[in-house]
């Protein structure tokens, strides 16, 4: 039998860690996991493991204000750096004017939640978790960071050693075009939006109204 968003009972469990030690680039940035569960709480052992969200959170405010170096913050992990570059302004120690048009200037919170991956198993899939899983991950991390930024790049294509639960990457789109637009679309049907000027990313600023986020339900 198909499984239905009212068959489950899904809870996320949020976890990151720190050290206690010399301030370096690596206390400015929270690397964040989240294990998502189809069951009645998360250290339930019957619990059903479904999915995965890894993301980084990176408190560029506090770090203006210990006058540490921005770009060292970025250059700590070779994927934030390299989409850093696309939307921060190192010189100027500032987000890129692209964003600041595009937002009206209402970028208040100077730090950004950078999401790496998403992923669900493929019987839960086209469920209606997707848009859920990333409104619950705003909810809980806007206070901290009200930008969220998402490269849709298809996971079938990246070239890295498998981890974590098994995606069932062999049933995806093969033809990268169509995976590429594909995906671009489903995230920007969750209220994700292109800038102008940057190339492949995609944000959301949880400071302005967005109808389509604003839409997603997070009740069955």
């Known amino acids: 039998m198909n499984k239905t968003i009212e ?12 050290y206690l030690g010399d301030v370096d680039e ?5 690397e964040v996991k989240a294990i998502v569960y189809n069951g009645e709480c998360a250290d339930n052992k019957e619990n059903e493991l479904i999915g995965e969200m890894d993301f980084k959170l990176l408190n560029l405010e506090q770090a203006k204000e210990d006058g540490f ?3 060292q ?9 390299r989409h850093g570059q696309s939307f921060y302004n190192f010189q100027k120690n500032d987000f890129r004017k692209e964003l600041y048009s595009h937002y009206n200037d209402n970028l ?22 997707g848009p859920r899983l990333f409104k619950d991950l705003v909810y809980h991390f806007k206070n ?3 930008l969220f930024m998402l490269q849709p790049y298809p996971l079938q294509f990246e070239l890295v050693e498998k981890k974590g639960i098994e995606l069932g990457l062999e049933t995806f789109e093969k033809n990268k075009a169509k995976a590429f637009k594909k995906l671009r679309a489903y995230y920007e049907s969750w209220g994700l939006e292109k800038i ?6 995609l944000f959301y600023n949880a400071e302005v109204i967005n109808e389509k986020f604003d839409n997603i339900s997070l009740e069955d």
């Open 144 to 146: 901290y960071s009200a």
């Open 7 to 18: 068959d489950l009972s899904i809870n996320i469990e949020y976890t990151f860690s720190s």
């Open 69 to 71: 170096w921005i770009y």
């Open 108 to 129: 208040f919170n100077e730090n950004i939640c950078i999401i790496e991956r998403m992923g669900l198993l493929p019987e839960y899939r086209g469920l209606g978790l």
């Open 196 to 201: 102008k000027g940057i190339k492949d990313l």
């Open 73 to 81: 913050i970025f250059d700590y992990y070779e994927y934030t750096f």
């Open 26 to 30: 690596g206390r400015y940035i929270k």
